[in-house]
């Protein structure tokens, strides 16, 4: 948006002309232009002047700031303000101007104004003298009483002596309050002095400054430091909770290396056994002697009933059954003991059989053999 002149600026057409063409006051808070096109600087604030000494019209704009148009012999004033401006404040920057009828292009540089450094004035203190007042004293009168008893006197009732008080000194007060200097004031020193102490002044709030901020990086610092101890915390819960665990587990580690050690003992006990019994040959003769035994009580066994068998069809045909009833349960009675012996050695040779299998399953699955 490209808004006039008067919108921002003091716009003063000016009728008197200059006849020369130069630029007055290039860097000051104003400057009087008389060539076109120009660059000038100017004090934030400041102001110039435009002459227009051609033959045509100057038309410009400043694109987003301002423009203007100047007749021939005529001049334009700008004000180029940074306070009380609203939204178009000419801050410190290059502003440029581009000319509507031939193309031209000037630039308007505003800065900063620089400190001006005003010298120090030495004031010397003023002394107030003490002012001498002078006692008031106050005479009493002298009172006179006649008392007529047939006599005339003449008495003093009372007198009052003078009170005389002493010179009073009144203290100064304020800035008259000091004490008076009575030598000589060199004011190059004096001078020399202040600027010391104002460097060391300025370098103490220099210092104070960078304190400031290394005091916010440590207290940023400090609030770091505060999260990782928080973290550091956390994890040193965690890192107890791991040793607990690691100290449960080196326990059952224990527990297992002491079950692996009572397992390697009674598997040395047993493999000594089974070595041994590897060993004992009279296994296999008892296990083929009981065998035998089985296979002669069975033989027996079968001779005996068929004994009976034949016994008890005589016995149907025989008169003296008693007789035979007692041969008969005699027969019983050994065939029942001839098989109960021959349940004995027939168990007694399976027990030794579990046992023979029960050492060999130990030598191949434990032992690997």
């Given amino acids: 948006m490209i808004k006039t002149i008067t919108a921002l600026t003091v716009l003063t057409l000016i009728v008197s002309m200059s006849s020369a063409y130069a630029i007055e006051g290039d ?24 002459h227009n000494n051609g033959e045509q019209t100057i038309n410009f704009v400043s694109h987003g700031w301002f423009e203007g148009s100047v007749p021939t012999n005529d001049a334009i004033a700008l004000e180029f303000p940074v306070v009380n401006c609203g939204t178009t404040c000419f801050t410190e920057g290059m502003y440029y101007i581009s000319d509507l009828n031939g193309g ?17 004035v030495y004031v010397a203190p003023v002394v107030v003298e003490p002012v001498y007042v002078a006692p008031v004293v106050v005479e009493e009168p002298v009172v006179e009483s006649l008392v007529n008893f047939n006599a005339t006197s003449s008495e003093t009732l009372g007198t009052y002596e003078a009170i005389s008080t002493s010179s009073t000194f009144v203290e100064p007060e304020g800035i008259y309050n000091v004490a008076n200097y009575d030598g000589e004031v060199d004011m190059i020193t004096m001078q020399t002095q202040l600027a010391e102490v104002t460097a060391q002044f300025n370098d103490s709030i220099t210092k104070l400054a960078e304190q400031k901020v290394a005091i916010e990086n440590h207290d940023t610092t400090v609030q770091s430091l505060n999260t990782q101890i928080g973290s550091l915390n956390t994890t040193s819960i965690e890192v107890s909770t791991l040793e607990q665990t690691v100290l449960s587990l080196q326990l059952e580690k224990d527990e297992l290396n002491a079950q692996i050690t009572t397992l390697g003992n009674a ?68 065939v029942v ?20 299998m029960d050492q060999l399953k130990v030598m191949v699955d434990i032992l690997g053999l």
């Fill in 267 to 334: 598997t040395a006990t047993q493999l000594a056994t089974i070595t041994s019994l590897q060993g004992d040959t009279t296994l296999d003769v008892k296990i083929v002697e009981l065998e035998s035994q089985i296979v002669a009580l069975t033989n027996t066994t079968s001779t005996q009933l068929a004994t009976i068998t034949e016994l008890s069809a005589n016995v149907i045909s025989a008169s003296d059954t008693s007789v035979l009833d007692s041969k008969i349960a005699n027969l019983e009675a050994q």
């Fill in 104 to 120: 031209y292009q000037s630039t308007i540089k505003i800065v900063k104004p620089v400190p001006v450094y005003v010298e120090p």
């Fill in 337 to 356: 003991s001839l098989t109960s012996e021959r349940d004995q050695w027939k168990q007694l040779a399976n027990n030794w059989y579990a046992v023979a």
């Fill in 27 to 50: 860097g000051t808070s104003h400057v009087e232009v008389d060539v076109y096109p120009f660059d000038i600087t100017i004090l934030e604030g400041g102001s110039m002047t435009l």
